[in-house]
T-cell receptor, first 113, second 115 residues
Framework: NAGVMQNPRHLVRRRGQEARLRCSPM?????VYWYRQLPEEGLKFMVY????????ESGMPKERFSAEFPKEGPSILRIQQVVRGDSAAYFC???????????FGSGTQLSVL | AQTVTQSQPEMSVQEAETVTLSCTYD???????LFWYKQPPSRQMILVIR??????QNATENRFSVNFQKAAKSFSLKISDSQLGDTAMYFC????????????FGKGTRLHILP
């Protein structure tokens, strides 16, 4: 059973471009969380999704950011018109169901030039 | 709202020594989980230990143990016989139990194990 897979591992974008970050949860996991980590900071919650539903997006900026977790395929975190302040490591975590252990991916390092 | 506070940004200890990392939290919940995660330079988040709030017994995983003081809302991590591979960022985290809710992380403590 492969772990949580995130790709790409590194993503470089110029200001104004779009960034699409992918997360494939562990097999059998229907809960996905996205977190952002700035240098020397902890992980800040962005969004929590279950299959085809956004459960909590209280940590996600209202503009330019969106997330989805379709019935088939990976979860996608999309950042439109990126700015330098979006540069960070973005982590995905998955969970089989409530109260169970969270497993983290290795993160995607987004660099905005 | 829940908060998690780690008051030690950075610590250094000699190999084989014991080190304790502090964590306090604030919540009005009675049922919840507390965690310690390790993040080595590889950036991978690794679960070190998990504590259920309803359990009075402190969780232990090999060289890692916690001191859970529910009334004081304190959850410290003790690493015994520290090893060079323990060098990492350590994050304390909180999650409500039986709720569809997220894990909340502290800002972390950078731990250096010196040879």
């Amino acid at each position: 059973n492969a772990g949580v897979m995130q790709n790409p591992r590194h993503l470089v974008r110029r200001r104004g471009q779009e960034a699409r970050l992918r997360c494939s949860p562990m097999k059998g996991h229907s809960h996905v969380y996205w977190y952002r980590q700035l240098p020397e900071e902890g992980l800040k919650f962005m969004v929590y999704l279950q299959k085809e539903n956004i459960i909590d997006e209280s940590g996600m900026p209202k503009e330019r950011f969106s997330a989805e977790f379709p019935k088939e395929g990976p979860s996608i975190l999309r950042i439109q018109q990126v700015v330098r302040g979006d540069s960070a490591a973005y982590f995905c975590a998955s969970q089989r169901t409530t109260n169970e252990k969270l497993f983290f991916g290795s993160g995607t390092q987004l660099s905005v030039l | 709202a829940q908060t998690v506070t780690q008051s030690q940004p950075e610590m250094s200890v000699q190999e084989a020594e014991t080190v304790t990392l502090s964590c306090t939290y604030d919540t009005s919940e009675n049922n919840y989980y507390l965690f310690w995660y390790k993040q080595p330079p590889s950036r991978q988040m690794i679960l070190v230990i998990r504590q259920e709030a309803y359990k009075q017994q402190n969780a232990t995983e090999n060289r890692f143990s916690v001191n859970f003081q529910k009334a004081a809302k304190s959850f410290s991590l003790k690493i015994s016989d520290s090893q060079l591979g323990d060098t990492a960022m350590y994050f304390c985290a909180f999650m409500k139990q039986n709720r569809d809710d997220k894990i909340i992380f502290g800002k972390g403590t950078r731990l250096h194990i010196l040879p």
